[in-house]
Nanobody, 119 residues
Framework: QVQLVESGGGLVQAGGSLRLSCAAS????????MGWFRQAPGKEREFVAS????????NYADTVLGRFTISRDTSKNTVYLQMSSLTTEDTAVYYC????????????WGQGTQVTVSS
């Protein structure tokens, strides 16, 4: 069973940076893609970024392209989301997710970590 544990959230001023981590366990992830999603109060959960575990191919939402960077450390089974030039619009609960490459849906989710950007 896949387990995902996020960390690194917190309060940061607009224009600042923050790095989220997602520790993954429970299986080998060679055939998985890992994603970050976020959900702001009163809004639907939205895609932020994803990375293919084997190969490192990445994809980003337009709203974060150029400001956020997703990466993974295969030796630590950890996925990162480096966030820079943060704005108040980035305030949300951020979730790590894992999904098999052969499937469209992500089938494992972390508990989320709160990111709050103050003006």
């Amino acid at each position: 069973q896949v387990q995902l544990v996020e960390s690194g959230g917190g309060l940061v001023q607009a224009g600042g940076s923050l790095r989220l981590s997602c520790a993954a366990s429970g299986r080998t992830f060679g055939s998985y893609r890992m994603g970050w999603f976020r959900q702001a109060p009163g809004k639907e959960r939205e895609f932020v970024a994803s990375i293919v575990w084997s190969g490192g191919f990445t994809n980003y939402a337009d709203t974060v392209l150029g400001r956020f960077t997703i990466s993974r450390d295969t030796s630590k089974n950890t996925v990162y989301l480096q966030m820079s030039s943060l704005t108040t619009e980035d305030t949300a609960v951020y979730y790590c997710a894992a999904g098999k490459l052969a499937l469209v849906e992500y089938d494992a989710w972390g508990q989320g970590t709160q990111v709050t950007v103050s003006s």
